[in-house]
Structure formats: structure tokens, C-alpha cells
């Protein structure tokens, strides 16, 4: 257990649909990060919050839209997905974007698309 | 920018250290260097961080040489619950330290 949560662990979605994945924590930090890892791949950052601000937005397709709405939560928002985008997508938390940062991640919400 | 490399992957057998070293030839001079341990469809797990010379912990201890082009993780006495991918992480030497993972160094502990 990390202190950080993510909901679903599994999630099977159509390409017509729509779906959220939550990213929660209590841990009092103030960075919060999106990341995708497919098969065998290495992580991909796509975005960073900080202070609930988007510091960054590595070039993600708009079909993915976060959204913090405070320092402890985290949504991913999905719709009209590919099936490319299939992956593990990972949250993670850290008490800010510093250099010497531990980063806390959540066990990850399996996606498929169909 | 950083830029780290470290071996695809690395054989082992239970009971013998390893040891895994991380190039960072551009590392800055206020880059800190972290690893990371993931295990199948689970996210990253923080092991270590240094900046210099040696750290310790229960885990694992880091080496750093003077010129800290390069970093070596050390697993003494390994086990086959070690069998994971070990990411090497440098910061982007700007202000703004993000999150970056190579393609990490795939450990296989052998029985």
C-alpha cells in the first residue's frame, strides 16, 4: 500500500465510450502525475500537476483529458479511444516536482479497448 | 538534457549480489540520481537516491563515483522475489524535475 489509490483496476472499454479513471491521495502532496505503460514498453509521462496546476502535457491526443480538482485527486478522462491506447495507466504522487522528489505510485488501472 | 542507459537486461542466481550500473554522462550539477524497482503490472516502487559517494538502506545501496557520470545499484544477496525492471533516474538539470523512465534494466533471478 503507497497511500495512493487508483480506481478501476480494470477497465474494458469500447472505442464509442466514455470513462474516467480516479487517481486519489492522502499523502499531502502537492504533484500529481499521469503515465501509460504498454506491453513491455517503459513508462511514458503524460501529464504533471502541481498545485493542481497542468505544469505538463507531453503531447498526449486529445482524447485524454485530466483534470485535478484538488491536490488529492486525479482524473483521466477518456473517450473515443483507439485500441492502441490499450496499456497500464499509472498514477503517482510526490510532495512537489523538486529535484530530489520520491515519487509514490498506484497499483495502475489495466485498460482495454475494444 | 540527461540522458540515462543502462543494460536491457541481467541474469542472476539466488544469493549473489548484483549489481547495476547507469550511465548519466550529462547528468548536471544539481541532478540527483534515483532508482526505481517495478514489478509486473504494478507501478514503480522507489528503492534509492543519492547525490554522492555511497547510500544504504535496508534495500540497497547506491555507488556514485566522484565525476557522477555513472551510478551503480547494488542488491546484495538477491532472491527470486528481486526479479523485477530497475530504472535509473537522473533530473532534467532544469528547474522543473520530471518523472522521465528509460527502458530500465529487466533482472531475472534465476533458483
Known amino acids: 500500500e503507497t497511500g495512493v489509490t487508483q480506481t478501476p483496476r480494470h477497465l474494458v472499454m469500447g472505442m464509442t465510450n466514455k470513462k474516467s479513471l480516479k487517481c486519489e491521495q492522502h499523502?499531502?502532496?502537492?504533484?500529481m502525475y499521469w503515465y501509460k505503460q504498454s506491453a513491455k514498453k517503459p513508462l511514458e509521462l503524460m501529464f504533471v500537476?502541481?498545485?493542481?496546476?497542468?505544469?505538463e502535457n507531453n503531447s498526449v491526443p486529445s482524447r485524454f483529458s485530466p483534470e485535478c480538482p484538488n491536490s488529492s485527486h486525479l482524473f483521466l478522462h477518456l473517450h473515443t479511444l483507439q485500441p492502441e491506447d490499450s496499456a497500464l495507466y499509472l498514477c503517482?504522487?510526490?510532495?512537489?516536482?523538486?529535484?530530489?522528489?520520491?515519487?509514490?505510485f498506484g497499483q495502475g488501472t489495466r485498460l482495454t479497448v475494444v | 538534457l540527461a540522458k540515462t542507459t543502462q543494460p536491457i537486461s541481467m541474469d542472476s542466481y539466488e544469493g549473489q549480489e548484483v549489481n547495476i550500473t547507469c550511465s548519466h554522462n550529462?547528468?548536471?550539477?544539481?541532478?540527483?540520481i534515483t532508482w526505481y524497482q517495478q514489478f509486473p503490472s504494478q507501478g514503480p516502487r522507489f528503492i534509492i537516491q543519492?547525490?554522492?559517494t555511497k547510500v544504504t538502506n535496508e534495500v540497497a545501496s547506491l555507488f556514485i563515483p566522484a565525476d557522477r557520470k555513472s551510478s551503480t545499484l547494488s542488491l546484495p544477496r538477491v532472491s527470486l522475489s528481486d526479479t523485477a525492471v530497475y530504472y535509473c533516474?537522473?533530473?532534467?538539470?532544469?528547474?522543473?524535475?520530471?518523472?522521465?523512465f528509460g527502458s530500465g534494466t529487466r533482472l531475472l533471478v534465476r533458483p
Open positions: 503517482a504522487s510526490s510532495q512537489d516536482t523538486g529535484m530530489n522528489t520520491e515519487a509514490f
Open positions: 499523502l499531502g502532496h502537492n504533484a
Open positions: 500537476y502541481n498545485f493542481k496546476e497542468q505544469t
Open positions: 550529462n547528468i548536471a550539477t544539481n541532478d540527483y
Open positions: 543519492g547525490y554522492k
Open positions: 533516474l537522473v533530473g532534467e538539470g532544469d528547474s522543473s524535475y520530471k518523472l522521465i
